[in-house]
């Protein structure tokens, strides 16, 4: 087809280089072994903002992006639980925000989080939802490992299958400061110029595993 160029990466690291196109990754399966890692600037996290598109017909719990530290597995977790509900996690600390029941579509979400007042925000396809206060006011430390597409219980793995994501994502995307409200607004509504500055989808700095399929494609879900 063209313009489309196909990867399969079957159970060996491999990495793609940012482009102009859009990546998607499809993440076939329920395993343990599909995932992605990848390579933020390493700083510690005093604020933050995450956002990136998902699309799966998943009934169950899932991980979307997971951040391990080697003393906190859930330094960061977005933890979709259909149909409507979804738990963000900071600092091993569980929140959880009731939400508009999920269709069958694309879904844009973006996460921000402030340390020192301990504000976490969830917006998904333009709607933010109500803030929550969270109890920690640690930062994330720097010492971290990323993953897309499973929940880490340990630093960097011990993934239980029944929290895989199975669907295609895109667009991930992270911040070092809070995003405002109007760059998460053109984020939600497919600006292609609002991208990371410790974690840009563009470069292409991940490393996907197992039989995920990396697609290059200059379509563009909507």
């Not at 990136?52 to 859930?74: E, F, M, W």
């Not at 977005?78 to 979804?86: A, D, E, F, L, R």
């Not at 959880?96 to 925000?121: I, N, R």
Request: aromatic share 12%; proline share 6%; with cysteine.
């Amino acid at each position: 087809m063209r313009g489309l160029t196909v990867f399969f990466c079957l159970f060996v690291g491999c990495h793609v280089a940012g482009a102009s196109e859009k990546t998607i990754m499809l993440f076939p399966e329920p395993t343990i072994t599909d995932y992605v890692i990848l390579n933020p600037t390493q700083k510690v996290l005093k604020q933050m903002t995450v956002c990136l598109r998902s699309y799966s017909d998943l009934t169950r719990d899932y991980g979307l992006l997971s951040i391990a530290t080697p003393d906190k597995d859930n330094a960061f977790l977005i933890y979709p639980m259909p149909p409507n509900n979804i738990s963000i996690s900071i600092n091993n600390e569980d929140i959880y925000f009731k939400v508009d029941p999920e269709v069958l579509d694309w879904k844009s979400s973006c996460v921000t989080w402030d340390s020192e007042t301990g504000l976490l925000q969830l917006w998904i396809n333009g709607k933010r939802y109500p803030g929550r206060i969270t109890r920690t006011r640690s930062p994330i430390s720097p010492q971290m490992f990323v993953i897309l597409g499973q929940d880490q219980d340990s630093f960097g793995g011990k993934f239980d299958v029944a929290q895989s994501f199975v669907g295609e994502m895109c667009d991930v995307n992270m911040w070092d400061y809070v995003l405002p409200d109007s760059l998460i607004m053109a984020y939600l509504y497919n600006d292609n110029n609002v991208n990371g500055n410790t974690f840009k989808w563009i470069e292409g700095k991940y490393r996907a595993k197992g039989s995920i399929l990396v697609s290059k494609n200059r379509f563009y879900p909507k």
